[in-house]
């Protein structure tokens, strides 16, 4: 077991649907656990695009390396399935609205009183308790009401969600499958069953940390147009294409200026302290977007690095996806899915010393539906030694 993955061995049963429950399972599988899908019927990932397949780019991503079994657990022959699997597991995950999960007969205390082991994560929007509580919630909603829609964006507006479907979805199942993880380690301590709650309106709330403090402090409220920490720190135009800069420090700014040739900008008193410089960014910004102008990205690129001030190109999707870099550290690999060929997805990123990564698969939904029928323990003896 030297060679294995700190999760391996660990057994997880995910009856979650879109984006949070899937991700932080697959998560939890890519770390080594065993861990298979209960398909609900109202799976939306499935419908959502792009079509790939037989399925969707989407729900083979965010199910990499799980196991997928669909069952109808309003009749008997299904659930008995169902809880051949949870009552056997090391953790369940959950995210359907608050008190969906125990409607179905699957909550909890009707969990932990068959598996008294087991480590057991609901994820919801707002919660099982307040007024908002059981409310449908998805990504763009959460953006808007935690305030990090209003912190994006341009001009005067009423702000803009980051144009990246499902972003604070992965957030927060990257944060359940933290949680999950710390809750395993507390069952073994503590010897009893493990129940975590998570919302996303926390996590979206835990993102804006820095904006909130300064604000509860006292501050005034941050703006799209106000919410930075250092200046300048942007996206600037240069003549062929844009880059990206940021500044932290006084000395970095100094760096900044010698780079551009426009050393009279740090004895400009408008920007010759952080302070100062965050107080007159909008003149800041015009000074350095005119300087940019006249020269191209790559004869920035190469001045600013010179000087050590952080800098990178601006790159689309596929100018990302197509870089060395990408390739040569394994953040991108391929992704058998059986019976449709090879997707080419996100890889984990982390690296285990000694230790091979999981190879990349997702399923198809269902295929392992005959496999359960089978026998829970017969079902998690052939998975776990590799078997279709």
Same mark, same amino acid.
């Given at each position: ?15 979650? %649907? ?11 599988? $890519? ?13 939306? %990932?499935?419908?959502? /695009?792009?079509? !790939? ?26 659930r008995t399935h169902a809880w051949g699997l949870v009552e056997s597991a090391d953790a369940m995950l959950e995210n ?11 909550g909890f205390a009707a969990v932990a009183a068959r598996n008294p082991s087991i480590v057991f994560c609901s994820s ?19 953006? #808007?009401?935690?305030?990090? *829609? ?30 999950? /993880?710390? =809750?395993?380690? #507390? ?15 926390? =996590? ?8 909130? #403090? ?10 799209? @147009?106000?919410? @930075?920490?250092?200046a300048p720190d942007g996206i600037y135009q240069t003549a062929d294409r844009p880059i990206a800069l940021t500044v932290?420090?006084?000395? $970095? ?24 410089? +965050?107080?007159?960014?909008? *003149? ?15 004869? !920035? +690129?190469?001045?600013? &690095? ?20 990408? !390739? ?16 080419? #997805? *996100? ?26 029928? &089978?026998? *829970? ?7 776990? $030694?590799?078997?279709?």
């Amino acid at each position: 077991m030297s060679g294995a993955l700190p999760l391996t061995g660990i057994r997880v049963v995910n009856f979650g %649907i879109g984006g949070v429950a899937p991700f932080a399972a697959s998560q939890l599988a $890519q770390l080594g656990a065993t861990v298979v899908k209960i398909e609900a019927p109202n799976e939306f %990932i499935m419908y959502t /695009l792009p079509p !790939w397949r037989g399925l969707t780019t989407t729900y083979a991503a965010l199910n990499a390396n799980c196991r997928s079994v669909r069952l109808n657990l309003k009749e008997e022959a299904d659930r008995t399935h169902a809880w051949g699997l949870v009552e056997s597991a090391d953790a369940m995950l959950e995210n359907f609205r608050a008190g969906a999960i125990d409607r179905m007969g699957f909550g909890f205390a009707a969990v932990a009183a068959r598996n008294p082991s087991i480590v057991f994560c609901s994820s919801s929007g707002f919660g099982r308790e307040g007024e908002m509580a059981g409310l449908p919630c998805t990504d763009p909603h959460i953006q #808007a009401f935690s305030g990090f *829609a209003a912190l994006n964006g341009r001009g005067s507006g009423a702000g803009e969600r980051v144009r990246y479907y499902g972003m604070i979805d992965l957030y927060t199942g990257q944060r359940v499958c933290e949680a999950v /993880l710390a =809750a395993l380690i #507390a069952r073994r301590r503590q010897g009893r069953p493990q129940y975590v709650e998570m919302t996303m309106l926390g =996590a979206a709330t835990a993102m804006l940390l820095t904006q909130l #403090a300064p604000y509860l402090h006292g501050g005034a409220a941050p703006t799209n @147009r106000t919410a @930075r920490y250092t200046a300048p720190d942007g996206i600037y135009q240069t003549a062929d294409r844009p880059i990206a800069l940021t500044v932290e420090s006084d000395t $970095q700014f100094g760096a900044l200026c010698g780079a551009l040739e426009r050393e009279e900008l740090r004895a400009d008193p408008r920007f010759a302290t952080a302070g100062a410089r +965050l107080a007159n960014m909008t *003149a800041l910004d015009d000074e350095l977007s005119g300087t940019f102008a006249g020269a191209p990205s790559d004869w !920035w +690129l190469i001045a600013l &690095r010179r000087a050590g001030v952080p800098c990178a190109r601006v790159h689309l999707d596929h100018e990302a996806s197509s870089h060395v870099e990408m !390739w040569t550290r394994g953040n991108l690999r391929e992704v058998g899915v059986n019976g449709a060929g090879t997707l080419r #997805a *996100a890889a984990p990123p982390w690296d285990f010393d000694g230790i091979e990564a999981a190879p990349g698969r997702a399923p198809m939904p269902g295929q392992d539906t005959e496999l359960l029928r &089978r026998g *829970a323990a017969q079902f998690w003896d052939a998975v776990e $030694q590799g078997q279709r």
